[in-house]
Structures are given as structure tokens and as C-alpha cells.
């Protein structure tokens, strides 16, 4: 389970040099759109998208968080710590720093979603619901002052939130946080449509993505489910069927008419329109996978 593993320490006996070299392999794929995977080391696999460098060598840990630029040209890496978050970026993404902030509980677990430019975003702290706007972006609330909702699922306890994911919207006036108990949260011109909250489900929610145009978002649970609210349409999932590792992100394609998912050992699912164009399943990994995110 991607949280369970954030919280521990994991020791990892395979071959590091595919975060570099098999993101350098996976570039040779068809032109985009395609999707990039990230690992917690920093590494990105890219299939069906431009390879645009990775974080390997600047990573002092471990790197929380992917997310791509609006124009799905690029794409940052975060690599949070006790004072400060960095974001390294790729292709069209600047490089940015953000206050890390004071966290009650859990550690600096990260997510980051593009302004509408670009040239900004937002991070979101998961284990704390704390938003932190960079570049041009600008803060609409965050999750941190919600009670009684986000959590449940051991080892984290009913009492502390915690979020999986933020998507914003088009225009980068709002964004949706979701929790990994599927309750969704609408700030900024983010119009809510639906959640998850108060139903039971077989696994947390670990990821959401918005259709193109911010009428609607599809959400992702570990065990593969996915969860369709608004204009977005349901193409399909892995819920109730076997799966090697938990899933860890959805991306959508460019004109919403389907959806990647990506699951922790790098294997990628694709459904609608989406197209298949490779994965890392099967491949030695020197990190799990952390995140997916689309190209254009």
C-alpha cells in the first residue's frame, strides 16, 4: 500500500540503474500523447511521451509527488524534507521552492497539480491537507482546518486526514482534493459533483483526475476501482480483479476519452481511448512507482 510504505523503511535489492536507463529506453515509443511514471527515487519512464530527465541525482531521500504542466509539456518532481519542499522541473516546468509547513502528524508526503499557465501550481501535503501555492499560482483552501473525514484505514487512525490526491481546474482558478476515504473538497471555482465520502469502499482512494473540461473527475482506489463523478465517463477498471501491487495515480488523455492507471510496481492500465504504450511491470525497480502523469 503506497502510504503504509511512506510511513516505514524499505530496503530495495535491484538494479538502480533503471530509474536513468529505462526511462531512456521507454523514450524510443510512439509520439505523444502519452504518460509518464515516476519513482520514489526521482526516475521517469516515459512511453508515448518525450524522456525530459529525472531526479535521481538530486533526490536526498526519497521524491513524493509528480505532477505535469498544463500543456502537458513538461512536468515537476517534488522532493519535500523538513524545511523546505523542492520541485525540480522538467521540459516547459521551472524549478520552484515552497515552505515546507509544520505538520501535526504524519510526514511531508506531497502531490502537486499545474496552473492553468503553467508556470505555477500547487502542492498538496497528503498527510495534513495543507495546500501551498507556487510560482503563479494562488491558495483557495486546503484540508487542513476539515475534521472527521480522511482517514480510518490502519495505520493512520480515524482522528488524522489524510488526502491522496489534487486535481485543478482549467482555468487554475480551483482545485478538488480528495481523501483517501473518496471525500471530495471543491475550492476556488472547483464545482463539486460528487464523492466517495460516507460509502463504504474495499480499498482507500489513492488518486483523482479531471476531465478536460473541469466538469468532472474520475477518482482511483488501490485495489484498481475507479469512481467516475460529473461529465466524466466510466471506461472501466481493475476493481475486483488481481493485481500484482496497489495502484497509485490516474491520468487522464488529453481529450478525456479515457484514463491511465498506475500501480505501484509500474504496471499501467489503460481504458476508453487511452492507449496502451508500455509499462514497467516486470522490470527490476530500485523504487516503487509514485506517480503517473500525462502528455500532450
Known amino acids: 500500500m503506497k502510504m503504509v510504505l511512506r510511513l516505514g523503511s ?11 536507463t529505462g526511462a531512456n529506453e521507454a523514450s524510443a515509443a510512439p509520439s505523444s500523447p502519452g504518460y509518464w511514471l515516476e519513482a520514489a ?7 508515448g511521451a518525450p524522456f525530459l530527465g529525472s531526479a535521481t541525482q538530486r533526490c536526498t531521500y526519497n521524491c513524493f509527488g509528480f505532477g505535469a504542466t498544463a500543456s502537458g509539456q513538461g512536468y515537476w518532481i517534488v522532493n ?5 519542499t523542492d520541485l525540480y522541473g522538467f521540459g516547459n516546468a521551472s524549478d520552484f521552492s515552497v515552505q ?6 504524519g510526514g511531508p508526503f506531497t ?48 482522528s488524522i486526514p489524510y488526502f491522496a490526491g489534487i486535481a485543478s481546474t482549467p482555468d487554475g482558478g480551483g482545485y478538488w482534493l480528495v ?10 471555482d472547483a464545482t463539486f459533483y460528487g464523492s466517495m465520502g460516507g460509502t463504504p469502499m474495499n480499498a482507500p482512494i489513492s488518486g483523482i ?3 478536460s473540461d473541469g466538469h468532472g473527475y474520475w477518482l482511483v482506489a488501490l485495489d484498481g476501482g475507479i469512481f467516475s463523478f460529473g461529465d466524466a465517463a466510466f471506461h472501466g477498471s481493475m476493481g475486483g480483479k488481481p493485481l500484482n501491487a496497489d495502484m497509485v495515480g490516474i491520468a487522464a488523455n488529453p481529450d478525456g476519452t479515457g484514463y491511465w492507471t498506475g500501480a505501484m510496481d509500474g504496471g499501467v492500465f489503460a481504458f476508453g481511448d487511452a492507449p496502451f504504450l508500455g509499462s514497467m511491470a516486470g522490470h527490476p525497480l530500485a ?3 509514485d506517480g503517473i502523469a500525462a502528455s500532450r
Open 10 to 20: 524499505m530496503v530495495v535489492l535491484v538494479l538502480a540503474l533503471w530509474s536513468q
Open 41 to 47: 527515487d526521482g526516475g521517469v519512464f516515459a512511453f
Open 80 to 84: 519535500p524534507s523538513s524545511a523546505r
Open 100 to 105: 515546507t509547513p509544520s505538520l501535526a502528524e
Open 111 to 158: 502531490a502537486v497539480t499545474s496552473s492553468a499557465s503553467g508556470k505555477g501550481g500547487w502542492v498538496l501535503y497528503e498527510s495534513s491537507g495543507v495546500v501551498a501555492p507556487f510560482g503563479d499560482a494562488k491558495w483557495f483552501g486546503d484540508g487542513s482546518g476539515i475534521t472527521g473525514c480522511c482517514g480510518g484505514w490502519p495505520p493512520f487512525g480515524s
Open 179 to 188: 481523501g483517501i476515504d473518496g471525500g471530495v473538497f471543491a475550492y476556488g
Open 209 to 211: 483526475a479531471r476531465t
Open 287 to 289: 523504487h516503487w512507482i
